[in-house]
T-cell receptor, first 110, second 113 residues
Framework: GQNIDQPTEMTATEGAIVQINCTYQ??????LFWYQQHAGEAPTFLSY????GLEEKGRFSSFLSRSKGYSYLLLKELQMKDSASYLC???????????FGKGTTLSVSS | DSGVTQTPKHLITATGQRVTLRCSPR?????VYWYQQSLDQGLQFLIQ???????AKGNILERFSAQQFPDLHSELNLSSLELGDSALYFC????????????FGPGTRLTVL
């Protein structure tokens, strides 16, 4: 079956670093995406990994280990506006649909 | 603004009714995806169209159907509505992004009373 696991909630303070983990078990793999979603709004694309390793994009980085079925999203220098839900999604074998985890709600406090 | 538009923004209806949700993809994107997001289930893939043809099906109920028209806009039809169909329905499109990532519309919030 298809399964993507993320922690339900995380809290952090402004200026800190937080790591959001994602483990997946899917029938196929054509890449892993991270999306950010503020409450009631559309998900917005953050990052993409298809090969093992770290991809850095400003304050956000994402890591992938295909052999372990594991990814993480690293957010540095946290700001209040980073309070949102972070969704891990795997592109399945057909290379079409995204299979989403239930998301991690991050709360950043001052 | 992702460039994907959805109408209406909100929809309130009664059980047993039928509604149509509309989506216009980003200019040039040929693929359109529909997702349902409820509080307990997260984002669930319903169906994908590519250039007018059905490409992939997810957890879409038989009461739900979709189509993509020659101008590439898509409609999702939900019939015999039940209370449990209340959710946010998102449309996404892809084709022009560097990673072929999906760009999501603002969603339609459906409330079934």
């Amino acid at each position: 079956g298809q399964n993507i696991d993320q922690p339900t909630e995380m809290t952090a303070t402004e200026g800190a670093i937080v790591q959001i983990n994602c483990t997946y078990q899917t029938s196929g793999f054509n890449g892993l995406f991270w999306y950010q979603q503020h409450a009631g709004e559309a998900p917005t694309f953050l990052s993409y990994n298809v090969l093992d390793g770290l991809e850095e994009k400003g304050r956000f980085s994402s890591f992938l280990s295909r052999s372990k079925g594991y990814s993480y999203l690293l957010l540095k220098e946290l700001q209040m506006k980073d309070s949102a839900s972070y969704l891990c999604a795997v592109k399945d074998q057909a290379g079409t649909a995204l299979i989403f985890g239930k998301g991690t709600t991050l709360s950043v406090s001052s | 603004d992702s460039g994907v538009t959805q109408t209406p923004k909100h929809l309130i209806t009664a059980t047993g009714q039928r509604v149509t949700l509309r989506c216009s993809p980003r200019s040039g994107d040929l693929s359109v995806y529909w997702y349902q997001q409820s509080l307990d289930q997260g984002l669930q893939f319903l169906i994908q169209y590519y250039n007018g043809e059905e490409r992939a099906k997810g957890n879409i109920l038989e009461r739900f159907s979709a189509q993509q028209f020659p101008d590439l806009h898509s409609e999702l039809n939900l019939s015999s509505l039940e209370l449990g169909d209340s959710a946010l329905y998102f449309c996404a499109s892809s084709g022009g992004g560097f990673y072929n990532e999906q760009f999501f519309g603002p969603g339609t919030r459906l409330t079934v009373l």
